[in-house]
């Protein structure tokens, strides 16, 4: 083992600015068509060298979550380790929670693909191996793939298929009433399955208008969401209250909802006047990267 440091590895929340359901296969994966950016705040992996392979989990959102093996950094880990060639050592990690459980905003797999990221690290594995992470990423969940790459990107498929894209940065405020969404109930409850895919990107002429474009789109699962967690419609209205809020929408299957602004002092404004009125939520002041 070449690395004696730990290694630290973030894992910033995915959020789906658009998210189109487009069919579904006959194994029962569902076909995506979905634009995708990530926050610049998130949970951390810590890794460190040890005999064994060890999880534990800390921080403010860790109650609820087991270090067992169906935790998916510790599935991360083992995937990884069969592809490695050669005795691997263990790995200590830590898994630091800042992002709430089964919340729509990738946790789980932004956590499966730091891990995949530190490991590959602390391990120092070739160059082959680093080539085939997708391939693990994809056997973990559809959403470890898009947080593997970890840049603003336009999915297709079931989540394997990743084109960058150029997106600007964007000023949101992310929100969340604590309820928790199983994502296999909210795909139970979608009524059509079938939906036309996203305005294309490429072709138009000049640059997009991306304020104009986003809300031109739609989040497939939203209303399927709102069925059996009916408080994201009030996230959703708490966050379209707010002053130069351009777009309010939910994150992948919930219950997160985001809110783009059209400047960072007006997020900030909003961040402050949801945290002092919903002061049970989890309320958090975001700027994304812009895409290439």
């Given at each position: 083992m070449s690395i004696n440091q730990p290694i630290c590895e973030s894992a910033p929340a995915k959020i789906n600015l658009a998210l189109h359901v487009?069919?579904?296969?006959?194994?029962?994966?569902?076909?995506?068509d979905s634009?995708?950016?990530?926050?610049?705040?998130?949970?951390?992996?810590?890794?460190?060298?040890s005999r064994d392979l060890t999880l534990r989990i800390t921080g403010p959102e860790a109650e609820g979550l087991?270090?067992?093996?169906?935790?998916?950094?510790?599935?991360?880990?083992?995937?990884?380790?069969?592809?490695?060639?050669?005795?691997?050592?263990?790995?200590?990690?830590e898994l630091r929670k800042y992002l709430p459980i089964a919340s729509g905003i990738g946790g789980g797999s932004a956590d499966a693909a730091a891990a995949l990221r530190g490991l590959a690290r602390l391990w120092d594995l070739p160059a082959e191996v680093l080539k085939e992470l997708p391939q693990i990423a994809l056997q973990l969940g559809a959403?470890?793939?898009?947080?593997?790459?970890?840049?603003?990107?336009?999915?297709?498929?079931?989540?394997?298929?990743?084109?960058?894209?150029?997106?600007?940065?964007?000023?949101?405020?992310?929100?969340?009433?604590?309820?928790?969404?199983s994502t296999p109930a909210v795909f139970e409850a979608l009524e059509n399955r079938r939906n036309g895919a996203m305005d294309p990107l490429e072709g138009q002429n000049g640059e997009i208008d991306w304020t104009?474009?986003?809300?031109r789109?739609?989040?497939?699962?939203?209303?399927?969401?709102?069925?059996?967690?009916?408080?994201?419609?009030?996230?959703?209205?708490?966050?379209?209250?707010?002053?130069?809020?351009?777009?309010?929408r939910m994150s992948g299957s919930g219950a997160t909802c985001f809110g783009v602004f059209s400047s960072r002092e007006a997020a900030d404004a909003a961040h402050r006047s949801l945290s002092q009125h919903h002061q049970d939520w989890w309320i958090v002041r975001t700027q994304t990267p812009a895409g290439r």
């Amino acid at each position: 083992m070449s690395i004696n440091q730990p290694i630290c590895e973030s894992a910033p929340a995915k959020i789906n600015l658009a998210l189109h359901v487009t069919g579904q296969r006959a194994d029962g994966y569902h076909l995506l068509d979905s634009l995708v950016t990530f926050a610049d705040f998130g949970d951390q992996v810590i890794l460190k060298p040890s005999r064994d392979l060890t999880l534990r989990i800390t921080g403010p959102e860790a109650e609820g979550l087991l270090a067992d093996d169906d935790n998916l950094v510790l599935k991360a880990a083992h995937a990884l380790l069969k592809t490695a060639p050669g005795p691997v050592a263990g790995a200590d990690i830590e898994l630091r929670k800042y992002l709430p459980i089964a919340s729509g905003i990738g946790g789980g797999s932004a956590d499966a693909a730091a891990a995949l990221r530190g490991l590959a690290r602390l391990w120092d594995l070739p160059a082959e191996v680093l080539k085939e992470l997708p391939q693990i990423a994809l056997q973990l969940g559809a959403d470890v793939p898009m947080c593997v790459f970890g840049k603003p990107a336009h999915v297709s498929g079931i989540g394997e298929q990743i084109a960058p894209a150029a997106l600007p940065e964007l000023n949101m405020v992310l929100i969340n009433n604590r309820a928790r969404v199983s994502t296999p109930a909210v795909f139970e409850a979608l009524e059509n399955r079938r939906n036309g895919a996203m305005d294309p990107l490429e072709g138009q002429n000049g640059e997009i208008d991306w304020t104009q474009y986003l809300c031109r789109q739609r989040n497939d699962l939203e209303s399927a969401a709102i069925s059996l967690e009916p408080g994201i419609s009030d996230c959703l209205t708490a966050l379209r209250q707010q002053a130069d809020c351009t777009l309010a929408r939910m994150s992948g299957s919930g219950a997160t909802c985001f809110g783009v602004f059209s400047s960072r002092e007006a997020a900030d404004a909003a961040h402050r006047s949801l945290s002092q009125h919903h002061q049970d939520w989890w309320i958090v002041r975001t700027q994304t990267p812009a895409g290439r």
